[in-house]
């Protein structure tokens, strides 16, 4: 049985919780991380560390915290994350900063936290969970694809610049997953008399009833190991049902505007 040692942020729910307990039953050890255990207080699967990525101070904190009862941090599963929906125009500045506080600058800052002891172990395993939304900017959900991307593209130069250390660093991009994503997101309220009121309650709709006919977050977790156990992991992995993947292979495939089109008979836009 493998010991290594696994740190997943977002631990206590969704894709985290799914992962984490998939991983303990095939002997890792696994720490989550949680905004506030207070919230938690029967949770049992295992150790929740208590981080919220958008302070420094915390994950500092939890992550030492992991270092002097572990003495190594083998994988990271950067998987902490929310939810943002609503037209560009009409989300507030706010907002939309949270988000990329959270989405990515709170993945930057855990990367930036366990490096140290990575290149000291000269060894250590980065999986970001980023989102198939990432390889394309999907109506309404413009900011949430964009930080997303923007995790995809920091984690091509990220293995680069670190090769030379042992550690290895990837991306996740899951489709939809039958998780509390949606009632975590923040959605920009419909406006009565907007422009884009209609469409975009249309699409909310959709979004929904795509996360409740999701797949079983637990899939992730087996693929997550796959990758554990891979000597030299790919840069991007795709998790989700057929056709959510093969989107990415054919925005790549189609010229942008047939593409769009796609995207626009989709979401009946």
Known sequence: MSKKVILITGGSSGIGRATGNFLKSKGYTIYGTTRSKL?????????????????????????????????????????????????????????VEQHFQTNYFGALRVIRGVLPQMRKQRSGLIINITSIAGYMGLPFRGIYSAGKAALEITTEALRMETKSFGIKITNIAPGDYATNIAGG??????????????????SLNLMDEHVDEGGDPKEVGILIEKIINTPSPKIHYKSGAFMQKVSVLLKRLL?????????????KL
């Open 185 to 202: 997101r923040y959605h920009a309220p419909v406006i009565e008399g907007s422009d884009y009121q209609t469409n975009y309650q249309m």
């Open 255 to 267: 010229p942008d505007k047939l593409f769009e089109k796609l995207l626009l008979n989709h979401y």
């Open 39 to 95: 919230k938690y207080p029967d949770f049992s699967d295992f150790p929740l560390l208590e981080m919220d990525v958008t302070k420094s101070e915390t994950v500092h904190r939890a992550i030492q915290e992991l270092i002097s009862k572990e003495n190594q941090i083998d994988v990271l599963i950067n998987n902490a994350g929310i939810g943002i929906t609503g037209p560009i125009e009409e989300i507030p500045e706010a907002e």
